[in-house]
């Protein structure tokens, strides 16, 4: 997966709308208005991160914001857990994620929380341990609330989303393919 530079967007490469160079290094699109956005100020997008390939995307779910240093708490949802063996199982493979620094899990509420290193290792890799483990995950739980700062429809800007319609939203943090978008008045 590769990151649109303009909008956050993650996109798989084969499928982009268009690619640009710029410094030595690619960009990738997800429409023809983030390349007519990136063409105008390609240094305001060039310069980043954003648009490189990474080890792992920041997820908006949980907080944890690109550049932002130090260890971060996630709660992630397992399912199959049915005695103090299956516990004893995911808590040994999430610790033994190099960048894990602690892991716990509650039988009662079928969750792990994780402190970990996001500069080392991202969801993806906490979530595939406790697959390897033998157990299922769906993703983290955190909410989380960002602010829209700007809207389209039918790829033309509006002030207010059309009822029951899906619409293109620009919000300042990432958020991730399956994420769920709730209104709030």
Do not use: W
């Amino acid at each position: 997966m590769v990151q649109d530079p303009v909008c956050g967007m993650e996109i798989e490469e084969g499928k982009a709308h268009a690619k640009r160079e710029h410094g030595g290094r690619p960009f990738f699109f997800c429409s023809a208005k983030c390349v007519e956005d990136f063409d105008k100020r390609p240094a305001k997008y060039g310069a980043g991160p954003a648009g490189s390939r990474k080890a792992h995307a920041p997820s908006a779910t949980t907080g944890v914001q690109e550049g932002v240093g130090g260890p971060k708490r996630v709660e992630l949802p397992v399912f199959g857990l049915t005695c103090a063996r299956c516990v004893q199982a995911v808590e040994k493979a999430l610790r033994a994620v190099p960048g894990v620094n602690k892991a716990t899990v509650n039988l009662a509420s079928a969750r792990a929380f994780v402190d970990y290193d996001p500069a080392l290792v991202g969801l993806p890799a906490l979530e595939r341990a406790i697959r390897d483990a033998g157990y299922r995950t769906e993703g983290a739980t955190t909410a989380f609330s960002q602010t829209v700062s700007s809207m389209e429809y039918d790829h033309k800007p509006i002030d207010v989303a059309p009822k029951g319609k899906e619409v293109g939203m620009k919000v300042e943090d990432k958020v991730r393919e399956g994420d769920h978008v709730y209104a709030a008045d």
